[in-house]
Nanobody, 115 residues
């Protein structure tokens, strides 16, 4: 079974950038629209970005212009570039397919933004 694995998080000063990566063990992303989710410190989780198999992207209003989702279908990697980081971007970021039946969640990657 596919198990997403996220990486690339870190402790970053506001205004900085990070690139998160998502790979999968046990399978591939082929044929799936993939999404990035942010779980905030208060436990709420939102979809921040999604990318179709053909590279069409969608973003939450709060991150438009700062987040860029891309994917390398040959390497089976999905990326999330986060620019101009803000304290409200702090949280754990997860990737998963956009589907009513999602894969088991990975560990996520922690992003912490300080002023």
């Amino acid at each position: 079974q596919v198990q997403p694995m996220e990486s690339g998080g870190g402790l970053v000063q506001a205004g900085g950038s990070l690139t998160l990566s998502c790979t999968a063990s046990g399978g591939v992303f082929t044929g799936n629209t993939m999404a990035w989710y942010q779980r905030r410190p208060d436990g709420t989780r939102d979809t921040v970005a999604a990318i179709t198999t053909k590279g069409m992207t969608m973003y939450a209003d709060s991150v438009k212009g700062r987040f860029v989702a891309t994917r390398d279908n040959a390497k089976q990697i999905v990326y999330l570039q986060i620019n101009d980081l803000k304290p409200e971007d702090t949280g754990t970021y997860f990737c998963n397919k956009v589907d009513t039946k999602q894969w088991p969640w990975g560990q996520g990657t922690q992003v912490t933004v300080f002023s």
